[in-house]
């Protein structure tokens, strides 16, 4: 099983850039294929950007040229760098891991609040 904990969220301006860290421990970190997904209130839960171990990157629509997903093999890490940033980029940006070996599982951290205002 692996613990997921976000950091660097906070309120920006629009235009402003911030970047997302998701510290991963109690597993083998290059078994899981990482995410980020986002919250919004009111909205479903949706896909922002993956990274498998071997760096293959998926990114949705909405994120595409603006944000960056990159993960640190060797420091259990993943990161979210988000730049151009718009009021609807606000949300909670939770971490996700999901184990790509059997015994197969999928984990999620408790969140970061980005905002996105003037």
């Known amino acids: 099983q692996v613990q997921l904990v976000e950091s660097g969220g906070g309120l920006v301006q629009p235009g402003g850039s911030l970047r997302l860290s998701c510290a991963a421990s109690?597993?083998?970190?290059?078994?899981?294929?990482m995410g980020w997904y986002r919250q919004a209130p009111g909205k479903q839960r949706e896909l922002v950007a993956t990274?498998?171990?071997?760096?293959?990157?998926n990114y949705s629509d909405s994120a595409k040229g603006r944000f960056t997903i990159s993960r640190d093999n060797a420091k259990n890490t993943v990161y979210l760098q988000m730049n151009s940033l718009k009021s609807e980029d606000t949300a909670v940006y939770l971490c996700?891991?999901?184990?790509?070996?059997?015994?197969?599982?999928?984990?999620w951290g408790q969140g970061t609040q980005v905002t996105v205002s003037s």
């Open positions: 109690g597993s083998i970190f290059v078994l899981y294929a």
């Open positions: 990274i498998t171990s071997g760096g293959i990157r």
């Open positions: 996700n891991a999901r184990r790509v070996i059997a015994p197969y599982g999928e984990y």
